[in-house]
C-alpha cells in the first residue's frame, strides 16, 4: 500500500513518490502536472528524494527551483526498475527552472540516479535539462536514449556521470557555444566521466559526440569507458586547460575521437583507439595547437596524432609522447593519404595594404588542411578574414569553429579562434568581457601552420 502524501509529513526525509500526485507512470498518460506537483512539494517541504516508479510521460518542462549558492543539500530524483524515468515527444528540456536566464545558472545540486531518458526519435531535439538554468548536477546509473543532456549559449559547471549509457543521440550530448551575455561564454568547467557508454550517435547523419565548447573546456576528467560507433568526435574544444583524458576505449568512430583546439594543458593517457580501417584520413587526436599536452601508453590500430606543432617556446614542451604505439602512422604532419592537394592566393582584410599569402590545401574526404607562411602587416581594423578561399574547400549551411593562433599588435595570444563559413574565414581575439574584436591598431599576424576542418 503506497504512502500518501498526508503520511509523508510524519515521516520526516521519507522519498515522495509521484504517484502520490496522481502520476500514472505507463508512459502514454500525460503526467507533467502530476511530477511538477511533486517537486514543488518536495520544494516547500525541503524532501531530499523524489521517487519514479516507471515511464513518466512528459510533454513541457518541470521546473525546479534551488538557488545557488543558498543551500549545501542535494535533491535526489531516484528512478526504480528498469523503467523509471521520463520519456518525450516534445522539443523540449525536461527540466527547467522559473530563474530567469542571467549571466550564469541559478539553480543546482540534483542527483539524478538511476533514472532512464527518452525521446520518441533523435529528430524530437530534446534535451534532459536546460543548460542555461542549471550547475552542479549528477548523473549516476541513468540511461539516455535519443536524448541530449545540456545546451547553453552561457557556461556549464560541474556536470558529473558516472556509469551512465548514451545510446542512439543525434548532435552534441554536452554542448556550451558562444552568444550569451556570460563573458566567457561557450566555456565548460568541471566536467567528470567516469565509466561511461556511448554508443551508435547518428552514424552518418549529423556531427554527434559527447562534449563540446565553443571557447574552453577547463579543470575536467574523463576517465573509462568506451565511446563507439559515432559520427563524430568524443571530445571538441577551442581551448583546453588542465584535462586528463585516460584509459577510455574509442571503437569504429568515423571522425578524429579528440579535437583539442588550443591545448595549454592536458594528459591522454592508456586509451586504446581501435579503428582498423587502412588509409582515409582518420587520425585519432587533433593537436594542431598544441602548446603542452603529456600523451602516454596509448595504442592506436591507425594512426594517432595529426599536426601537432614542430616548434614551441621555451616555456612550452609541446606534445611529449612516452610509450604510445601506432600501428600505421604516430605522428603527422599532414594526413598524406591520396585526395587533392594544391594551392591557391587568398586575400586577407582588415590590413592597410592589401595581403594575399599563397595558401596550399589538402582535402582528403571531408578533412579540410590549409597551410601557409605566417603573415603580418599593419592593421587598423578591428577585425581579420581571409576570402579567395574555393567554394569547394568551405562548408555550405554550416560555421565550422577551429582553434588557431593569431599575434594581435605583436603580442602572440594563446587562444583564439576562426570561423569557416560559406564566404571564408573569420578570425576573433580572444572572447572576454571586451568582446571578439582585435586591438583599433597596430601589427596583427596570422601565424596558423595549418588550419583543419571538416565540411
Given amino acids: 500500500m503506497s504512502l500518501t502524501k498526508a503520511t509523508y509529513s510524519?515521516?520526516?526525509?521519507a522519498p515522495v513518490n509521484i504517484k502520490d500526485?496522481?502520476?500514472?507512470?505507463?508512459?502514454?498518460?500525460n503526467d507533467t502536472a502530476a511530477v511538477q506537483a511533486a517537486v514543488n512539494f518536495c520544494a516547500a517541504n525541503n524532501w531530499p528524494t523524489l521517487i519514479i516508479p516507471g515511464r513518466t510521460y512528459i510533454t513541457a518542462s518541470i521546473n525546479i527551483d534551488r538557488e545557488v549558492d543558498t543551500t549545501t543539500d542535494e535533491f535526489f530524483i531516484v528512478g526504480i526498475g528498469n523503467k523509471g524515468g521520463f520519456y518525450t515527444d516534445q522539443?523540449?528540456?525536461?527540466?527547467?527552472?522559473t530563474y530567469a536566464i542571467t549571466t550564469a545558472p541559478l539553480s543546482e545540486f540534483i542527483t539524478f540516479q538511476n533514472i532512464r531518458f527518452a525521446a520518441d526519435a533523435v529528430a524530437t531535439d530534446a534535451y534532459c535539462i536546460d543548460g542555461n538554468k542549471f550547475l552542479r548536477m549528477r548523473f549516476s546509473n541513468c540511461y539516455f536514449?535519443?536524448?541530449n543532456c545540456a545546451y547553453t549559449n552561457n557556461y556549464i559547471q560541474q556536470y558529473c556521470f558516472d556509469n551512465c549509457n548514451i545510446r542512439q543521440t543525434k548532435g552534441w550530448f554536452l554542448?556550451?557555444?558562444?552568444?550569451?551575455?556570460?563573458?566567457?561564454?561557450?566555456?565548460?568547467?568541471?566536467?567528470?566521466?567516469?565509466?561511461n557508454v556511448f554508443e551508435k550517435g547518428s552514424r552518418g547523419v549529423a556531427e554527434t559526440g559527447f562534449i563540446k565548447a565553443e571557447y574552453q573546456i577547463a579543470g575536467s576528467n574523463f576517465v573509462g569507458g568506451i565511446f563507439q560507433g559515432s559520427y563524430g568526435p568524443f571530445y571538441d574544444s577551442a581551448r583546453t586547460v588542465g584535462v586528463n583524458i585516460?584509459?577510455?576505449?574509442f571503437e569504429l568512430n568515423t571522425d578524429q575521437e579528440i579535437k583539442l583546439g588550443i591545448c595549454d594543458s592536458a594528459s591522454i593517457t592508456g586509451c586504446l583507439f581501435d579503428n582498423p580501417v587502412a588509409g582515409g584520413d582518420k587520425y585519432c587526436v587533433n593537436a594542431g595547437g598544441v602548446v603542452n599536452l603529456f600523451s602516454g601508453g596509448n595504442y592506436a590500430t591507425n594512426k594517432l596524432y595529426f599536426n601537432p606543432p614542430t616548434t614551441m617556446g621555451t616555456s612550452n614542451s609541446g606534445l611529449v609522447s612516452v610509450g604510445d604505439f601506432a600501428a600505421n602512422s604516430l605522428?603527422?604532419?599532414?594526413?598524406?593519404?591520396?585526395?587533392?592537394?594544391?594551392?591557391?592566393?587568398?586575400?586577407?582584410?582588415?590590413?592597410t595594404t592589401t595581403v594575399q599569402p599563397l595558401v596550399k590545401y589538402q582535402k582528403t574526404g571531408r578533412l579540410i588542411t590549409l597551410s601557409w607562411d605566417d603573415t603580418y602587416a599593419t592593421s587598423n581594423a578591428g577585425t581579420m578574414a581571409m576570402t579567395g578561399i574555393p567554394a569547394a574547400l568551405?562548408?555550405?549551411g554550416q560555421n565550422v569553429w577551429v582553434a588557431t593562433p593569431v599575434q594581435d599588435n605583436t603580442v602572440l595570444l594563446g587562444m583564439t579562434k576562426a570561423k569557416v563559413a560559406v564566404d571564408g574565414i573569420t578570425f576573433y581575439k580572444t572572447f572576454d568581457a571586451t568582446g571578439p574584436a582585435f586591438t583599433s591598431s597596430g601589427t596583427k599576424g596570422i601565424t596558423a601552420f595549418t588550419v583543419t576542418y571538416r565540411i
Avoid: K
Avoid at 179 to 194: E, L, M, Q, R
Fill in 10 to 13: 510524519m515521516i520526516d526525509g
Fill in 21 to 29: 500526485f496522481g502520476a500514472a507512470c505507463d508512459g502514454v498518460t
Fill in 91 to 97: 522539443s523540449i528540456s525536461i527540466f527547467s527552472s
Fill in 145 to 147: 536514449f535519443r536524448i
Fill in 175 to 195: 554542448e556550451s557555444v558562444v552568444g550569451g551575455a556570460f563573458p566567457i561564454a561557450g566555456s565548460i568547467y568541471n566536467v567528470d566521466w567516469t565509466d
Fill in 246 to 249: 585516460s584509459g577510455i576505449y
Fill in 331 to 351: 605522428i603527422s604532419t599532414l594526413p598524406g593519404d591520396g585526395g587533392t592537394t594544391g594551392s591557391f592566393t587568398a586575400t586577407l582584410s582588415g590590413f
Fill in 394 to 396: 568551405l562548408p555550405t
